[in-house]
């Protein structure tokens, strides 16, 4: 498959995928959206990538929505009712990467603002260079938070920094960032992707597919659930099935040898997977 603006290189278990606009800042338009829903799908359904990174070409990593042509969004409907209003692009990106079975690691090279910052959010890693900076500049374009970052946003930095970066819209330099938790490290530019390279490769190498998928989205879907015996009652099932493959016998084995796990599963054989969240 062959995208316009993006670059999906494949090696080694890992999928990389690079917003490649850089004359644009990686600035995201209506195909940007498309075939980020397109690229993501096709590493998460592909049995041979463990990982998925992310990052931008060029000195941004993504400066929100094209607003070269003016906000050509789709909009219209009734928004006092809901009926007729189209789906925000931006939240139709971050609810699929909500859903990945496959780990994300954000590699933020350089300015991250509006749909660049809200777009990070549902990654599971996000390491930043010294450079990157962020920005949910909504309330200084006239328009609000997108891409489901009303909910993402204050579980990772809370709501008091949510608030204070929703309401201001100010840039955000990376520290502040790492210190409010958006970030888990700060790297210098030219150590940003192989840092992001050696936690994936590490999860290649080391862990067992179907246990982090399961993981995964346990941590993610858990954190709506309105008490711990939701998370009991799905733990169990996850537990009970995951015991039952060999991969569970291998870990085991492996630790008692002293030598690293051969992992053999493979999600696409793990059909419990598939929303068995929402089924408790």
């Given at each position: 498959m062959s995208y316009q603006d993006l670059e999906y290189e494949k090696a080694a278990?890992?999928?990389?995928?690079?917003?490649?606009?850089?004359?644009?800042?990686?600035?995201?338009?209506?195909?940007?959206?498309?075939?980020?829903?397109?690229?993501?799908?096709r590493a998460d359904e592909d049995d041979d990538v463990r990982v998925v990174v992310v990052s931008g070409r060029g000195r941004?990593?993504?400066?929100?929505?094209?607003?070269?042509?003016?906000?050509?969004l789709p909009s219209g409907g009734d928004p006092a009712t809901g009926e007729g209003v189209p789906a925000d692009l931006g939240g139709?990106?971050?609810?699929?990467?909500?859903?990945?079975?496959?780990?994300?690691?954000?590699a933020i090279n350089g300015v991250a603002v509006g749909f660049g910052a809200t777009f990070l959010l549902p990654m599971d890693v996000r390491f930043a260079s010294s450079e990157a900076r962020f920005g949910f500049v909504f309330s200084r374009r006239g328009i609000v938070a997108e891409s489901?970052?009303?909910?993402?946003?204050?579980?990772?930095?809370?709501?008091?920094?949510?608030?204070?970066?929703?309401?201001?819209?100010?840039l955000?330099?990376?520290?502040?960032?790492?210190?409010?938790?958006?970030?888990?490290?700060?790297?210098?530019?030219?150590?940003?992707?192989?840092?992001?390279?050696?936690?994936?490769?590490?999860?290649?190498?080391?862990?067992?597919p179907v246990s982090v998928a399961v993981n995964r989205q346990l941590l993610w879907k858990m954190m709506g659930a309105d008490h711990p015996r939701i998370a009991h009652a799905l733990e169990s099932r996850a537990l009970s099935a995951t015991l039952a493959h060999?991969?569970?016998?291998?870990?085991?084995?492996?630790?008692?040898?002293?030598?690293?796990a051969e992992f053999r599963g493979r999600i696409s054989e793990?059909?419990?997977i598939d929303g068995w969240w929402a089924k408790s």
């Amino acid at each position: 498959m062959s995208y316009q603006d993006l670059e999906y290189e494949k090696a080694a278990g890992i999928v990389t995928i690079w917003l490649n606009r850089p004359e644009k800042l990686n600035a995201a338009r209506k195909e940007t959206h498309d075939e980020l829903l397109a690229a993501l799908s096709r590493a998460d359904e592909d049995d041979d990538v463990r990982v998925v990174v992310v990052s931008g070409r060029g000195r941004a990593f993504c400066a929100g929505t094209d607003l070269s042509g003016g906000f050509s969004l789709p909009s219209g409907g009734d928004p006092a009712t809901g009926e007729g209003v189209p789906a925000d692009l931006g939240g139709r990106v971050t609810l699929r990467l909500f859903d990945m079975r496959k780990p994300v690691i954000g590699a933020i090279n350089g300015v991250a603002v509006g749909f660049g910052a809200t777009f990070l959010l549902p990654m599971d890693v996000r390491f930043a260079s010294s450079e990157a900076r962020f920005g949910f500049v909504f309330s200084r374009r006239g328009i609000v938070a997108e891409s489901c970052s009303s909910w993402f946003l204050p579980r990772l930095v809370g709501i008091p920094t949510a608030l204070d970066w929703m309401i201001t819209g100010r840039l955000i330099l990376a520290e502040e960032a790492l210190k409010a938790g958006l970030v888990q490290k700060v790297l210098p530019p030219d150590h940003l992707l192989a840092e992001a390279m050696t936690l994936a490769q590490d999860i290649v190498k080391q862990t067992a597919p179907v246990s982090v998928a399961v993981n995964r989205q346990l941590l993610w879907k858990m954190m709506g659930a309105d008490h711990p015996r939701i998370a009991h009652a799905l733990e169990s099932r996850a537990l009970s099935a995951t015991l039952a493959h060999p991969d569970s016998a291998e870990g085991a084995r492996s630790f008692a040898e002293k030598r690293p796990a051969e992992f053999r599963g493979r999600i696409s054989e793990a059909a419990f997977i598939d929303g068995w969240w929402a089924k408790s």
